[in-house]
């Protein structure tokens, strides 16, 4: 079956150091690749997304590369902020079949110092 | 505004009251997803529907129900709610099955003592 695997967590870092949250995944076919962010106390919303091999999703400074050679999907961020306090959740969802379903990593919770 | 709606947002409930966490969205989307969030295991999929009257299970079904008489409701029943289900529920939709960005609702706290 499909799985996604993310780094261990938490994650505390100093404002404006850069960011690298490891993700790989098993699945068959050709899935599509999301990272989804968590605030306190919110639901998950999309940060980006890559729907096929070498594709890269960016988003507010957020970047990831599909990489289909290496099943991987890492986040990076070349300075965070405060705000960028979260939790991250690494999913992927298959091209076809009958269902849309987001299988998901255990999320990363990302804390970042003033 | 699009968007996902959940009520209640927080429940504090007993062993076998029956009780029904509802879903609404007001973006037409056909497919709708309910998960449920326990600290170290993430996100599991409760169960789905790709359209009206069309619903199946998803990983955790066990002890959940749910209808889709309408296109934009989608409620999610405990018939005998046990502690087990002590968790954070949240309410998804997409477009459509093939389109994997899903919009998430605020999530429901629920506790069942």
């Known amino acids: 079956g499909n799985s996604v695997t993310q780094m261990e967590g938490p994650v505390t870092l100093s404002e404006e150091a850069f960011l690298t949250i490891n993700c790989t995944y098993t699945?068959?076919?050709?899935?599509?690749l999301f990272w989804y962010v968590q605030y306190p106390g919110e639901g998950l919303q999309l940060l980006l997304k890559a729907t096929k091999a070498d594709d890269k999703g960016s988003n507010k400074g957020f970047e990831a590369t599909y990489r289909k050679e290496t099943t991987s999907f890492h986040l990076e961020k070349g300075s965070v902020q405060v705000s960028d306090s979260a939790v991250y959740f690494c999913a992927l969802s298959p091209f076809t079949g009958a269902n849309s379903k987001l299988t998901f990593g255990k999320g990363i919770t990302l804390s970042v110092r003033p | 505004e699009a968007q996902v709606t959940q009520n209640p947002r927080y429940l504090i409930t007993v062993t076998g009251k029956k009780l029904t966490v509802t879903c609404s969205q007001n973006m037409n989307h056909e497919y709708m997803s309910w998960y449920r969030q326990d600290p170290g295991l993430g996100l599991r999929q409760i169960y789905y529907s790709m359209n009206v009257e069309v619903t199946d299970k998803g990983d955790v079904p066990e002890g959940y129900k749910v209808s889709r008489k309408e296109k934009r409701n989608f409620p999610l029943i405990l018939e005998s709610p046990s502690p087990n289900q002590t968790s954070l529920y949240f309410c998804a939709s997409s477009l459509s099955r093939t389109i994997g960005t899903q919009y998430f609702g605020p999530g429901t706290r629920l506790t069942v003592l």
């Open positions: 699945a068959t076919g050709y899935p599509s």
